[in-house]
């Protein structure tokens, strides 16, 4: 069995250290890290505009990979926070909120076929 590879990253709605939005650039990351599962923070979800406003969809969809969100703030124009992205078969979601925290922090979590001992595609 191959070795699952994981990525946690803080994308910061696709904005730089150069302080362009740019989520052409983000998924190239991705992309080059070669993880199976990747873990994605401040994600912005906006229905409303241009496609790559809507960054779970645009960057799902530019990676190949399947989406799981996990929004912790609902905003008039969509959504904010976590994003799963995997390329492995997703059996099942949850998702939760933590009542402790002084603003909503969400985590949202997969279970794939990893756990079943199978290989990700």
Sequence with gaps: MQPITALSYNIHECVGSDRRRDPTRVAQVIRDSGAQIIGLQ???SDGTGAEELHQMNYLARATGLQAV????????????GNV???SCKIL???KSIS??????????????STWLAKRCV
Excluded: K, Q
């Design 42 to 44: 401040e994600v912005h």
């Design 69 to 80: 969100s996990g929004p912790s703030v609902e905003r008039r124009n969509g959504h904010y």
């Design 84 to 86: 799963l992205l995997t």
């Design 92 to 94: 099942a979601v949850t």
């Design 99 to 112: 009542p402790i925290a002084a603003e909503n922090r969400a985590a949202p979590s997969m279970r794939t």
